[in-house]
């Protein structure tokens, strides 16, 4: 290769650099920009979801119904008429004439209404659920933050403790000599009176934790219904939608590409929620089953808890475990408090071990690409990231594959990497 042609080839080789670097910039930003998107659209997907759930399980349950309506007539043909090649392949003709019904758009008046319905059922049943969850929290937080200076002001807790402890080295032979066991009393004396300093400042965190929540019902309330007339529309005017995007959109490959992403979102995000709720109900079971082998008061409401807070990252399940191994302990059942401690070893673990695969089967990813979602969305969204950030990558996933985005992106890498190489 000559100079000129070397300074040629150089000089196409940074433009080409130049303009990749620019494409992945573009490309980072819109990922960016997707995900704090992504918040504002929550409501209408939410919506959609509810809409695309409702309009399945009529789906289904037409099926099912017309499935054993056509069973009962084959029964009763075959009982009448011998099979032969010509009915055999008159029923299959007439199987295929009738079909299945659409899990797409609502083809008729009737079928809206009932789809409408079992949306409207939907609702009543999740937002029960939720207000029945939330309730029965700020019920315990109200209890807690009244019963907290009882507790923290009862000395027989701790003297318990000593007892305990006497009791315990006598049975050793004077382990633990007098000295240590006063100098012990001394620092949980001590220990009682920094917490008692301490009561007034988490009373008022619970409480400012419940206004907070109070002052944010607008925006809830307002999410909420944004939610639920989206899912409405996308039930009573899919067909007007689609007519907008056939009218507005030329390309009918297109068309075809983005109603097919559609769907695909659709069944992808209910794998996601599916596995999130798989673990959540996990979860709460260890929970429950291990808070009342070691008789935990209230174990159903700890158990509902512990499953919650599970999925935040900073507190996990050692924030609400952790807490009831030391009531436990400062109780007096020292076997109790230590049983706790091993349920939240156990349940930590098996979480390690289950969340990946659960989570990645059902977004179908690899485990390492949800923890990196988990990550990003962290570091995006906060704590509500660890739910965000998987779903935006599963949603970014679908649409590079879709409209082949990913293969255009190969192509580019291996274009640059041939010349750099050359």
Same mark, same amino acid.
């Given at each position: ?27 980072? &930003?819109?990922?960016? +920009? ?7 659209? &929550?409501?209408?997907?939410? =919506?959609?979801? +509810?809409? @695309? ?32 090649? %010509? ?15 659409? !899990?797409?758009?609502? @083809? ?28 029965? *929290? ?31 080295? %006598? ?5 633990? !000599? ?8 001394? %620092? /949980?004396?001590? /220990?009682? !009176? ?22 944010? &019902?607008? +925006?809830?309330?307002?999410? #909420? ?17 689609? *007519?907008?995007?056939? @009218? ?31 673990? /959540? ?27 919650? #807070? ?5 507190? =996990?399940?050692?924030?609400?475990? #952790? ?17 706790? /401690?091993?349920?939240?070893? #156990? ?37 509500? $990231?660890?739910?965000? $950030? ?7 996933? %679908? ?24």
């Amino acid at each position: 290769m000559g100079q000129p042609d070397r300074m040629m080839h150089d000089k196409a080789t940074i433009l080409a650099i130049i303009k990749y670097f620019l494409i992945t910039a573009v490309v980072l &930003l819109l990922i960016y +920009l997707g995900f704090r998107i992504f918040a504002i659209l &929550l409501p209408f997907v939410f =919506g959609f979801i +509810l809409a @695309r759930l409702a309009i399945a399980i009529v789906t289904s349950a037409k099926n099912l119904v017309y499935d054993l309506g056509e069973g009962r007539k084959k029964r009763r043909a075959k009982r009448e008429l011998p099979q032969t090649a %010509e009915t055999s392949s008159a029923a299959q003709t007439g199987r295929r004439k009738l079909g299945r019904y659409p !899990q797409g758009l609502a @083809r008729s008046r009737g079928e809206k209404r009932l789809i409408i319905f079992v949306y409207i059922l939907l609702i009543i049943l999740i937002i029960g659920l939720f207000v029945g969850i939330i309730l029965a *929290v700020i019920s315990q937080l109200r209890s807690l933050a009244a019963y907290l200076p009882v507790i923290f002001n009862d000395m027989d807790i701790f003297r318990r403790v000593i007892d305990y402890l006497e009791s315990l080295s %006598e049975k050793l032979g004077g382990l633990i !000599q007098p000295q240590q066991l006063e100098m012990l009393e001394n %620092e /949980l004396v001590r /220990l009682q !009176q920094n917490l008692l300093q301490k009561v007034p400042e988490i009373v008022a965190a619970i409480l400012n934790g419940i206004a907070g929540f109070a002052a944010n &019902l607008p +925006l809830i309330l307002f999410a #909420v219904v944004v939610a639920i007339m989206s899912g409405y529309y996308f039930i009573a005017d899919s067909r007007s939608m689609y *007519v907008f995007l056939r @009218r507005n959109v030329i390309s009918k490959q297109f068309r075809e590409t983005t109603v097919r992403l559609i769907n695909t979102l659709f069944s992808t995000l209910f794998r996601v929620i599916g596995g999130y709720l798989l673990l /959540l109900i996990v979860t709460f079971i260890m929970a429950l089953v291990g808070l009342l082998i070691i008789q935990m008061p209230y174990a159903v409401i700890i158990a509902l808890v512990a499953s919650i #807070v599970d999925f935040l990252p900073v507190l =996990g399940l050692g924030a609400t475990l #952790v807490p009831v191994a030391l009531y436990l302990f400062l109780q007096g059942q020292l076997l109790s408090g230590l049983g706790a /401690l091993i349920l939240l070893g #156990v349940m930590t673990l098996v979480r390690r071990v289950i969340e990946p695969p659960i989570l990645g089967n059902a977004m179908r990813l690899h485990p390492m690409a949800t923890l990196a979602s988990m990550i990003i969305g962290i570091a995006v969204y906060g704590v509500a $990231g660890i739910l965000f $950030g998987p779903i935006i990558m599963v949603i970014g996933k %679908e649409v590079l594959t879709l409209y082949g985005i990913d293969t255009k992106l190969r192509a580019f890498l291996g274009d640059l990497l041939n010349r750099i190489s050359t």
